[in-house]
């Protein structure tokens, strides 16, 4: 018998996907391309949705897990970018939560279906629903980091850096502040302690690089020295924090790697 729908077709979290970016790809089609989410929400959309395909192709649970592992990351990177959008202002509060809400049963429905995988095997494609619980929140939002992060944005949006910089001068901070964002709440969502540590180190060189940026444009008088010492300082507390949090992830890595050569000596 041919089959007419692939298999992840059939499981509820296929449908409930498509419906959260089909509502989150409306909101984002009236962002300007100025801001450095529109580019970084239509990525995301897209892989996570590539991703979860490409992880029911798979045979082998290390294959699939590996490849759901980064469906979950780009999950995690479409609510932030609503995140940010809300403190841009480029969407309520209210739709926000909305699409967040969507995009969190998304996440623990892919979620529980890698845990069974890992439990099971990969021979069958197949959800768990019993797992999947009621919460709505994402556990980045809670870290200190992530909010000195929006902070930063809203920070830019507020100061109307978009209306009083160079398109190409706000793009090049808007990135960078975006970046930082983005990959703690990515980070967050990995399962291995390398890959926490490795988006950790990239939003901290994204801090680096916003104030960098933010330091040129007050020496050209773009911006007021006021501004761009107001959100260095804000940097910096980042800077730290990301920097702690990486080494950490890092200790663990190192510590569990030697426990594991110790059992096979």
Known sequence: MIKERFSYQNLRVYEDMIQAISLGEEIASGWDSVHAITDHFARASEGALLCFAESSRKRQT??????????????????????????????SQEKCNEVKTMLSS?????????????????????ERAVEYGESAVFHHEGLKTYQLA?????DIASWRFVERLPRSDFRRIDEAATSIVLNIAEGNGRFAH??????LDIANQATTKAAARLEISAIRGRI???????LVRLLVQIDNMTAKLASVWKEKQEKEAGQRRMKNI
């Open 62 to 91: 290390p294959a699939r897990t590996e490849a759901l592992g980064h469906g979950l990351g780009s999950i995690l990177e479409c609510a932030a970018c609503f995140d940010i959008s809300t403190c841009k202002s480029r969407v």
């Open 150 to 154: 929006l902070q930063v944005n809203r």
């Open 106 to 126: 998304v996440f623990r429905q892919l979620y529980a279906l890698r845990r069974s995988w890992q439990c099971e095997g990969a021979l069958q494609l197949r």
């Open 194 to 199: 390398l890959d926490h540590s490795r988006f």
């Open 224 to 230: 007021s020295s006021d501004e761009a010492d107001k």
